[in-house]
């Protein structure tokens, strides 16, 4: 059987994902279930959730009463997570002993004060959340998440996390993919370092799909995009190619008239992305849920990022201090091919006063990747 796996990636993938499942299916499942037999409190009311209680317990109203006096949520919090704690202020390693036998207790109070040296940089993710107005469009409290992650082009690892909503467009989610290809700006600037005439590839090229269950969801909102699943298609259909296990008859669909809500997925199996021409990433439906109080409830605030990789940000060459913004190719004032270059070191090095270059090279603007 491992071998049978090994030469049918595609029978690997089904078999560690899910089963086809739409977003309306879940929902009305999820509902059914809970309204029969476990949670009757979030759909009835107090009156109604408190009967069905009782004929589920067999007991009586103040037995119901007890429970919900012991089993609430305040009387499981200890003091350490009441409202006016903090946390930050906590310094109980300095009561362990200096002369403990115990290497975890000694190097734990010496980490700890050490830490507390050190400048403390909140993380990424928590400076990113969105601010929720006041007058904002609520999301529904029945409403379901869809948590999305998209792999790197290159290597196999998540560099991009998002919940969706069923009724967004799958462009709502295209929009939001932030690849390194479309930040490319093509041509030497050697000439132009001011940059004047320079525009990144994704605004003169914008044509991507998306592959879902043998369907190519096609971006057709600008008139110039290209159908990349033509050829893909016709290609599958000469000599009866569809016949291959794994291939099949593809069809196409409009990718901004389709929503989450119109698909059938399997949860944790690879799908396609495909902008640029050939930058291809696989996407992956991790998840499927009811929304929470903890989710951001602003309908704007969706699709919502969970995890952006970090950039490899790569230093100057020159100063070893600011960030690169230029490389150049060819270059007889730099000791490597290619070089990395500021934007003070490389107008300083290369340009007079005039902004006439001193030599002759290539210069790009730099484009950072991720990790």
């Given at each position: 059987?491992?071998?049978?796996?090994?030469?049918?990636?595609?029978?690997?993938?089904?078999?560690f994902s899910s089963p086809l499942i739409s977003i309306s299916d879940f929902k009305n499942q999820f509902k059914e279930l809970v309204c029969e037999?476990?949670?009757?409190?979030?759909?009835?009311?107090?009156?109604?959730?408190?009967?069905?209680?009782?004929?589920?317990?067999?007991?009586?109203?103040?037995?119901?009463?007890?429970?919900?006096?012991?089993?609430?949520?305040?009387?499981?919090?200890?003091?350490?997570?009441?409202?006016?704690?903090?946390?930050?202020?906590?310094?109980?390693?300095?009561?362990?002993?200096?002369?403990?036998?115990?290497?975890?207790?000694?190097?734990?109070?010496?980490?700890?004060?050490?830490?507390?040296?050190?400048?403390?940089?909140?993380?990424?993710?928590?400076?990113?959340?969105?601010?929720?107005?006041?007058?904002?469009?609520?999301?529904?409290?029945?409403?379901?998440?869809?948590?999305?992650?998209?792999?790197?082009?290159?290597?196999?690892?998540?560099?991009?996390?998002?919940?969706?909503?069923?009724?967004?467009?799958?462009?709502?989610?295209?929009?939001?993919?932030?690849?390194?290809?479309?930040?490319?700006?093509?041509?030497?600037?050697?000439?132009?370092?001011?940059?004047?005439?320079?525009?990144?590839?994704?605004?003169?090229?914008?044509?991507?799909?998306?592959?879902?269950?043998?369907?190519?969801?096609?971006?057709?909102?600008?008139?110039?995009?290209?159908?990349?699943?033509?050829?893909?298609?016709?290609?599958?259909?000469?000599?009866?190619?569809?016949?291959?296990?794994?291939?099949?008859?593809?069809?196409?669909?409009?990718?901004?008239?389709?929503?989450?809500?119109?698909?059938?997925?399997?949860?944790?199996?690879?799908?396609?992305?495909?902008?640029?021409?050939?930058?291809?990433?696989?996407?992956?439906?991790?998840?499927?849920?009811?929304?929470?109080?903890?989710?951001?409830?602003?309908?704007?605030?969706?699709?919502?990022?969970?995890?952006?990789?970090?950039?490899?940000?790569?230093?100057?060459?020159?100063?070893?201090?600011?960030?690169?913004?230029?490389?150049?190719?060819?270059?007889?004032?730099?000791?490597?091919?290619?070089?990395?270059?500021?934007?003070?070191?490389?107008?300083?090095?290369?340009?007079?006063?005039?902004?006439?270059?001193?030599?002759?090279?290539?210069?790009?603007?730099?484009?950072?990747?991720?990790?």
């Amino acid at each position: 059987m491992e071998g049978f796996f090994r030469s049918n990636p595609i029978l690997e993938a089904e078999h560690f994902s899910s089963p086809l499942i739409s977003i309306s299916d879940f929902k009305n499942q999820f509902k059914e279930l809970v309204c029969e037999d476990f949670f009757p409190a979030i759909i009835l009311s107090n009156e109604e959730s408190n009967k069905k209680l009782e004929e589920l317990l067999n007991c009586n109203q103040q037995t119901i009463e007890e429970l919900e006096d012991v089993c609430s949520i305040e009387n499981l919090k200890c003091a350490f997570e009441k409202e006016n704690f903090d946390s930050k202020k906590v310094r109980g390693y300095e009561d362990f002993p200096d002369n403990s036998e115990l290497q975890i207790v000694r190097l734990t109070k010496q980490l700890k004060t050490k830490f507390e040296e050190l400048v403390y940089v909140p993380n990424f993710i928590e400076e990113d959340l969105p601010k929720e107005p006041e007058t904002c469009e609520k999301i529904p409290n029945d409403e379901v998440l869809l948590a999305v992650s998209v792999y790197h082009s290159q290597k196999r690892k998540v560099f991009q996390e998002f919940y969706v909503l069923p009724n967004q467009k799958l462009t709502a989610l295209r929009d939001v993919i932030v690849c390194t290809s479309d930040n490319i700006i093509y041509g030497d600037f050697s000439k132009n370092p001011d940059l004047s005439c320079a525009k990144p590839v994704k605004e003169f090229c914008q044509s991507a799909f998306f592959f879902i269950e043998k369907c190519f969801y096609n971006d057709t909102r600008n008139p110039l995009n290209r159908d990349y699943s033509k050829i893909i298609i016709e290609w599958a259909k000469d000599e009866e190619r569809y016949t291959v296990n794994g291939l099949g008859l593809f069809t196409s669909a409009i990718m901004e008239n389709t929503t989450f809500n119109d698909l059938k997925i399997r949860l944790g199996y690879p799908y396609l992305y495909c902008h640029q021409g050939n930058c291809e990433h696989l996407i992956v439906f991790n998840d499927m849920r009811m929304v929470s109080k903890d989710d951001p409830q602003a309908l704007q605030s969706y699709p919502f990022k969970v995890y952006q990789a970090p950039y490899k940000r790569r230093k100057c060459s020159v100063c070893n201090i600011h960030y690169a913004n230029w490389r150049t190719l060819n270059d007889p004032l730099a000791f490597d091919n290619p070089s990395l270059f500021c934007e003070r070191c490389f107008k300083y090095l290369h340009y007079t006063q005039d902004g006439k270059p001193l030599c002759d090279f290539k210069a790009f603007p730099h484009v950072e990747v991720e990790y």
